[in-house]
T-cell receptor, first 111, second 113 residues
Framework: EDQVTQSPEALRLQEGESSSLNCSYTVSGLRGLFWYRQDPGKGPEFLFTLYSAGEEKEKERLKATLTKKESFLHITAPKPEDSATYLCAVQAPRNTDKLIFGTGTRLQVFP | EPEVTQTPSHQVTQMGQEVILRCVPISNHLYFYWYRQILGQKVEFLVSFYNNEISEKSEIFDDQFSVERPDGSNFTLKIRSTKLEDSAMYFC???????????FGQGTRLTVV
């Protein structure tokens, strides 16, 4: 069965303290891996798409990387406004568009 | 910036009543989806819709659920006879092409009492 596991469940960081969030997946042929940010009571906000191992994408303080078994979301020098739940989702196999989500990592950044 | 719009933002309904959740996807997108998120749980796929028909549905999407694109802009999810366990946040999403990123609306919080 296709599965996505995110760790840690929750992460508290001091402002400026860099860290990484992990998303490990078991799927029968990865079509794409997606990172989203979700604020409380809101819909997921798209961040990155990764399609193949070795691929990297960057946006401001966030950088996403992908291997054959997992993806990392690196947060460099976070600010309080980066506080949110970060969701990882995979799309697999080739003939489906549905996203399979992990449970997310709840990030809190303190000033 | 184009966005997916959902109405209403919050709906309270009595068990057994029918509800219709409405969505306006991004205008040049061709693929449409409904997901739901029960409080404290994962976002779960319900159904995908392309070329005026359902392309995929989950086990959750049983005969009580239906989707429709009544005109060129709206996309609706109908729950025929709501149950307490249907209480959740329902998200509409759309994507431009197959395999590309989906953009989500802000959700409709459905409360069944």
């Amino acid at each position: 069965e296709d599965q996505v596991t995110q760790s840690p469940e929750a992460l508290r960081l001091q402002e400026g303290e860099s860290s990484s969030l992990n998303c490990s997946y078991t799927v029968s042929g990865l079509r794409g891996l997606f990172w989203y940010r979700q604020d409380p009571g809101k819909g997921p906000e798209f961040l990155f798409t990764l399609y193949s191992a070795g691929e990297e994408k960057e946006k401001e303080r966030l950088k996403a990387t992908l291997t054959k078994k997992e993806s990392f979301l690196h947060i460099t020098a976070p600010k309080p406004e980066d506080s949110a739940t970060y969701l990882c989702a995979v799309q697999a196999p080739r003939n489906t568009d549905k996203l399979i989500f992990g449970t997310g990592t709840r990030l809190q950044v303190f000033p | 910036e184009p966005e997916v719009t959902q109405t209403p933002s919050h709906q309270v309904t009595q068990m057994g009543q029918e509800v219709i959740l409405r969505c306006v996807p991004i205008s040049n997108h061709l693929y449409f989806y409904w997901y739901r998120q029960i409080l404290g749980q994962k976002v779960e796929f319900l159904v995908s819709f392309y070329n005026n028909e359902i392309s995929e549905k989950s086990e959750i999407f049983d005969d009580q659920f239906s989707v429709e694109r009544p005109d060129g802009s709206n996309f609706t999810l109908k729950i025929r006879s709501t149950k307490l366990e249907d209480s959740a946040m329902y998200f509409c999403a759309s994507s431009r092409d197959s395999g590309t990123e989906a953009f989500f609306g802000q959700g409709t919080r459905l409360t069944v009492v």
